[in-house]
């Protein structure tokens, strides 16, 4: 083990002594080790993460969120009877006392207890991962339900703010940098007889019709824990993109990453799609857990948000491609072209099948009102 990563592991009170660090993952935002200690009697093992500041520009707010919010969930888990150490992430303070060390380099390193036993999945391959799923996501914002907004930064302004997405998108076309309108005009007409849609819910929030919570922001199955087990999800964890926003973004959002047939880099429309037995399962999941800490509002409008984060998310790879493929990692050239196309696929699904989604919907949380 290098001199540097050791200096680092001194800054924290881990416990025992250190007998292994070992680089893992393969994400492409923070460099992450595994470190595994010993007292002679057990083993304890935690993550040591470099934040990456050129994503995270203001770790201080970063980690603000991130320890209020963990701090919060674990005094509500601990007062429903659950195990507050397995079911969200512990982050360890340093020796001085700080959410996180900053090295000489100027690099900035944080630490968690490690979550064994468990495992991720990369995909939503049936409706009963789908319900487990969508019921430790629903958990999430139940449990957050009363946390105290004002106590959030929001660390990436305007992230869900759709409108603002789209006054990029229009400026993209406009430009045209790369000459490349000339080969989507007709994705750019369907966004753009969409852009109604677009300030739907930010108009709610103004009028007081929505609330704005807690929202992870990243609600993808790969963000959850399963237990070896059990099978069931029982810890939502990658909880960098933590802000203020709406329920319905992140209900959204996991649709579109996980109600679907295939993925968002799927060529052939024909075998993307919005996959209604996936739907179910989450509503099922997520309403059982999140239903009695929602509104009305919010409800009725679950199916319509992941109508809206697709074609949020598809104007946004749309804008990307327009400049050039400047901001997502792309493996060909038209790769943004071919996500955008998926998403786009997934908008019209769900305008065919809003009615039987807003159906579905109703009768699962009339059901679980009345099984509270």
Known sequence: MNKKINAIIEQFPFSGELKSAEATGSGLINTTYKLTFSDGNQDFRYILQMINTDVFKNPDELMSNIMNVTGFLRNKIALDGGNPQRETLTFLYTKDNAPYYRDDEGNCWRAYVYIGSCYTCDSVDSPVKAERSGKAFGRFQGLLSDYPIDNLFETIPDFHNTPVRYEAFKKAVADDVKGRLVDVKDEVEFALSREKDASKLTDMIKTGDLPVRVTHNDTKINNVLFDTITNDAFCVIDLDTIMPGLSLYDFGDAIR??????????????????????????????????????????????????????????????????????????????????????????????????EEMNRITAEIYRRSLLED
């Open 257 to 354: 990453a996980g109600g679907v047939n295939s993925d968002e880099n799927e060529k052939d429309l024909s075998k993307y799609g919005l996959n209604l037995e996936l739907y179910e399962g989450f509503v099922k999941g997520y309403l059982a857990s999140a239903g009695r800490s929602l509104t009305q509002n919010e409800v009725d409008n679950l199916a319509f948000s992941a109508k809206l984060m697709a074609l949020e998310c598809g104007v946004r790879f749309l804008t990307d491609y327009l400049n050039g493929d400047t901001y997502f990692k792309t493996e060909y050239p038209e790769h943004n072209l071919v996500r955008c196309r998926t998403q786009f696929k997934l908008v019209k699904d769900v305008e065919k099948n809003l």
